[in-house]
């Protein structure tokens, strides 16, 4: 097991004598990041000779011998699992990296990905300063100058074409606290054209799920799994994607001898641990999740009791699952009837027995309705609501289960509720202004309530003539925080699009694909870099997959000019002539809104799901 990257080398080289005086003192952050300078140009040099011994790649920032080590906890970065992460600082440089003994989630384990998030702080990818493209070629700006030509070009455009001219387009990297002011900046601005990445991976999770049992989450914790005496994974490789989740589904299958079936087109490294692999045709997952409860009703192995007490409308599930039986489904996925059979036995029979999907289920053109028929199949059969039994859904990123939830979604405010009247009201309340305040910064009450343009869509609201959207005037302008281009099937239509936006922002860690597609659109003008801290640089809270909420400890400083996602949303408020109201029962230090009071608001309002009563203590 990795337990933190050390320099040590097995031998001495030359390189040793040469590089030895750099590497051996204790330093402190600003000679770190001076002789990290020093370090690469003098690799550079010592490119061209042949040394003769191949050497160790060396921890960019190894840790100091006798320099004291303060400890730190934050949630890994690279997948929805919420993994916690224990940092070593030395001298306010982050020099090694521990998984958490005392987390119930990966008990002492990384995964790769979960040892390499040191790497996203101390990348040399990573943007330094604030740029802006000028005649084609990126300069170099100050803060103050690039926030007050971004906001004088963003209010010079919605004074002629309306709030709803400008895109919001958020990232489920913000914690949940950078996620609220996010949508909160939305609203004061006037438009509901805010959204974020799950608009592209688990939209369909959520609107499927939370239309047959409420809420779009998954139903057990990671650790639950493990009481499951069938596991049926359907349209997802955890091995790969969700390493440390895989460790909890084994132990149900080795400790609790749960039988492991895994449906998947491509036999995966997840498949290698299954117990029966079942192959189908990619997009035929309805088909074979019809077909399974087609046996399940023809032998008598639905949970009646269940259905009777807890479901309503099965008969007529049972009527379009007649037109399933085995010899169409096996035409239709190429999934043999004996087979489907056996695994639908199990299901039923062989309980508590939980589903679990991640993409495969969800990015497809019918991915609610694939979704819908997951639920369904649990429902039928009594697996939800019991240790063990239910809909568990692997999600993507690490935050995305919370950005979903506090709504950075177009059809949502925060936790869930909508955009009546009545949800407007409660949550002006919770802000301490009118009613009448937000609705007079919106084109119309119409437009008020209207769901705003998914990010899947944005392009169309450029390139479509006027006649043919809602709002008063096209797309213009786009304010990008913490999310990289849409899906790669969309690059054209997104290129075409950038191409006529009046301004685009990208605000981000590291450049991303929206700055080379900005140049490969042909922007010379108008288009602004913003360097954004990573989750490890800044503090606040997130929800693992699995509902968990954790928060997040400032491991280090930023290295240069980056400002987290709370200091950007304070000084565009600011900028807007918002900050006095936005921030009134929110501390700022200097012009860092404190996300523990950012979290305590929040909390104020959200009565509707599972963070009622949560707080910083």
Known sequence: MLTKRKSGQASRTR????????????????????????????????????????????????PQPGVPIELKKSVCTHCAVGCTVT?????????????????????????????????LVHSDRRLKYPMKLVGGRWERISWDEAINGI?????????????????????????????YLFRKLAAFWGTNNQDHQ???????????????????????????????????????NPAEAHPISLQHLLEGKELNHANFVVIDPRFTRTAAHATEYVRLRPGTDIAVLWGMLWHIFQNGWEDKEFIAQRVYGMDEVRKEVKKYPPDEVERISGVPGEQLKRVAELFATQKPATLIWCMGQTQHTVGTANVRASCILCLA????????????????????????????????????????????????????????????????KDIM???GIPLTRWFDATLLPKDEIEQRDNLRAMFVQGHASNSITRIPESVKGLAKLDLLVVADPHPTTWAALAVQAGRTENTYLLPVCTQFETSGSRVASNRSIQWGEQIVAPSFEQKDDYQVVYRMAQKFGYAEQMFK???????RPVPEDILREMNRGGWSTGYCGQSPE
């Not at 003192?25 to 011994?53: H, K, V």
């Not at 906001?151 to 950078?178: C, H, L, T």
């Not at 239910?390 to 979903?404: K, L, S, Y």
């Open 15 to 62: 390189l040793h004598t040469l590089m030895g005086t750099v590497a051996s003192a204790p330093i402190d952050r600003r000679t770190f990041l001076r002789r990290s300078g020093l370090a690469a140009g003098g690799m550079a040099a010592l490119g061209s000779f042949q040394l003769g011994t191949v050497q160790k790649a060396a921890a960019i920032s190894p």
């Open 449 to 451: 309530e209207t769901p």
């Open 381 to 444: 059969t009594g697996n939800i609501g019991k240790p063990g039994a239910g809909a568990n859904i692997f999600r993507g990123h690490d935050n995305v289960q919370g950005a979903t939830d506090i709504g950075l979604d177009v059809v949502t405010l925060p936790f869930y509720y909508g955009l009546t009247e009545g949800a407007w009201n409660h949550w002006a309340r919770v802000w301490e202004v009118s009613y009448e305040d937000l609705l007079s910064r919106f084109e119309s």
């Open 585 to 591: 029962n929110i501390a700022v230090e200097g012009d």
């Open 87 to 119: 940092a070593e600082v030395q001298n306010g440089v982050w020099t090694g990296q521990e998984p958490s003994w005392d987390s119930p989630i990966n008990r002492g384990s990384h995964c790769a990905k979960g040892a390499s998030v040191r790497e």
């Open 198 to 236: 799950a608009r592209i991976c688990h939209s369909t999770t959520v609107s499927g799920v939370a239309n047959t049992w409420g809420y779009g989450a998954m139903t057990n914790s990671f650790n639950d799994i493990r009481n499951s005496k069938t596991m049926v994974i359907m349209g997802g």
């Open 151 to 179: 906001g004088d070009k963003m209010m010079e455009i919605r004074q002629a074409s309306g709030p709803d001219s400008v895109y919001w387009m958020g990232s489920a990297k913000f914690s949940n606290e950078g996620t």
